[in-house]
């Protein structure tokens, strides 16, 4: 039999007092974890990170186990080690947001209740909070709609998934998709996986929609004859391309749809909390038009990875999603005032995402996510401001939302792609690439509320040291060997850091 203590469950009443010890190990794992790592990224790229995993983790299934506390020490130390930490001001590549200590936290309650929500008696208050939640979201995309609903998805790619599902069972298999080359690639993938049609991609030169090149491509779909009446389509925009942050104009997409009869999707896992931030929220006027919507928590939202809605218009739209399993939803249950949640995703088991959402809107309320998202665009704008003014660097363009796209001036696409590259195996910054205009970029997706101005500058600093030094030997990312390892947190307290408290020391 297992040793009591690594048999103890986490519910229950006891279940606090036998979590509580492994707690503190996992947070002084976590703090030697980030304090060995020294930065936003493991030096020594993919074989040094492998190499501390394999001998951390072998043999995964011993005779006799190691004990809770010495696995959980080890394991999350090599996994804090190893992490690229979107907390870090130079963690900055992608929709990848550092979340919130009060979200994590609520995260714990769910992992430790371990509702699951594809039948009311495995989730009672957790059904009954995620319908909550559900109803607050959606009318916050369609204030107007008499009967708006969400469901809550793992992210973006499964709300897209499920908007196109809705579409070809409400229109009909022979539904055209109309998208920009600016979508996410989950749109095309969603077609595919659904066996419809490959989308219609209309190009963004500029990249966002062109309403008028959409309404070319609706007209397209009529059938032959004069006064055809226009095919079954869906036109998806997007408010937040992952690219370069940029935002579609909905209004006018939303108003092409209408005139062909067309269905509206808008992928807004990006941008769509900016509908809670007064300053930001022209940005996405036009959410409250479409069918469906996109919406990501763990972007622009701060929250533990999963956390996604599709808000619907009319709740009327999700009819196609039943199904009934009776050993779930039995009619005589049902009828018995159950309710049936099998409707309510694609999905079987879902844990508690809501809770983490619920905990955070009730803590920081309007004026507390307002003041999130600022920081992020005060900090992306202060970037692109850097930028402008260091003759070694150049600017693609104004950020729309928080995303700065950059390069070394003069530098080519194979340059870039490898000043990338280097930052990565050096572990100094984490930055994403982007093709804008005909050319790779650098790009900075900026969404820690708390970056200060120094951070910023010494961001640019290791970019334009990199790059005057020349492209690191091509083998330097795979063939590194792992770094000698850090001392212990003692003796790091009387070192020097790099930074403390996340400010940069030229921000002082």
Not at 458 to 475: I, M
Request: charged letters at 20%; a negative charge; aromatic letters at 2%.
């Amino acid at each position: 039999m297992p040793v009591a203590a690594e048999a103890a469950l986490a519910g229950g009443p006891a279940g606090p007092r036998a979590l509580r010890p492994y707690l503190d190990t996992v947070l002084a794992a976590l703090g030697d974890g980030a304090a060995r790592r020294r930065g936003p990224l493991p030096a020594g790229g993919p074989r040094a990170v492998a190499a501390r995993v394999r001998e951390a983790v072998r043999p995964l299934l011993p005779d006799t186990g190691v004990g809770a506390e010495a696995a959980l020490a080890r394991l999350v130390r090599v996994l804090a080690e190893g992490a690229a930490d979107p907390a870090d001001p130079h963690c900055a590549a992608h929709l990848h947001a550092p979340p919130l200590a009060v979200a994590v936290a609520a995260d714990l309650a769910a992992s430790v209740l371990n509702p699951s929500l594809d039948s009311w008696d495995q989730a009672p208050a957790a059904s009954e909070l995620e319908a909550e939640v559900a109803a607050a979201v959606a009318a916050e995309v369609h204030p107007g709609a008499a009967r708006p609903d969400a469901l809550v998805t793992t992210g973006g790619t499964e709300a897209n998934q499920l908007a196109l599902l809705l579409a070809r069972e409400l229109l009909g298999p022979g539904v055209q998709v109309v998208t920009g080359a600016n979508a996410h690639h989950s749109v095309r993938r969603a077609a595919w996986l659904l066996g419809m049609r490959a989308p219609h991609v209309v190009p963004t030169p500029r990249g966002v929609l062109d309403p008028a090149a959409v309404r070319d491509a609706l007209g397209l779909l009529r059938g032959p004859g004069p006064g055809a009446a226009p095919g079954p389509a869906l036109v998806v925009g997007t408010a937040g391309t992952t690219d370069a942050g940029a935002v579609d104009p909905l209004p006018a997409l939303a108003d092409a749809a209408v005139a062909h009869g067309a269905r509206l999707h808008v992928d807004a896992a990006y941008g769509g909390l900016l509908l809670l931030a007064p300053g930001r929220a022209h940005l996405v006027a036009g959410l409250d038009r479409a069918h469906t919507v996109a919406l990501d928590l763990h972007k622009l939202g701060w929250q533990p990875i999963a956390a996604g809605f599709l808000a619907v218009r009319d709740d009327a739209d999700l009819a196609p999603l039943a199904y009934r399993a009776d050993y779930l939803s039995a009619d005589d249950d049902t009828e018995a005032g159950l309710p049936d949640l099998l409707h309510r995703s694609l999905r079987t088991t879902r844990r508690a995402d809501v809770l983490k959402v619920a905990v955070t809107l009730r803590a920081l309320g309007r004026a507390g996510v307002a003041e999130l998202v600022e920081g992020a665009f005060a900090a992306a704008a202060r970037l692109a401001e850097l930028v402008e003014e260091d003759p070694e660097l150049e600017l693609y363009a104004p950020p729309t939302l928080t995303t700065v796209l950059f390069r070394p001036a003069g530098a080519g696409d194979a340059a870039v792609a490898a000043l990338r590259r280097r930052l990565l195996a050096d572990g100094h910054a984490v930055l994403g690439r982007a093709e804008a205009g005909g050319r790779r970029w650098l790009k900075a997706t900026l969404l820690n509320p708390h970056v200060q101005p120094g951070d910023l500058r010494n961001l640019l600093k290791l970019v334009t040291e990199a790059h005057r030094a020349g492209p690191a030997h091509p083998p330097a990312l795979a063939e590194a060997s792992p770094p000698a390892a850090a001392p212990g947190p003692a003796v790091l307290a009387d070192s020097a850091p790099r930074r403390e408290n996340g400010t940069a020391p030229d921000a002082r």
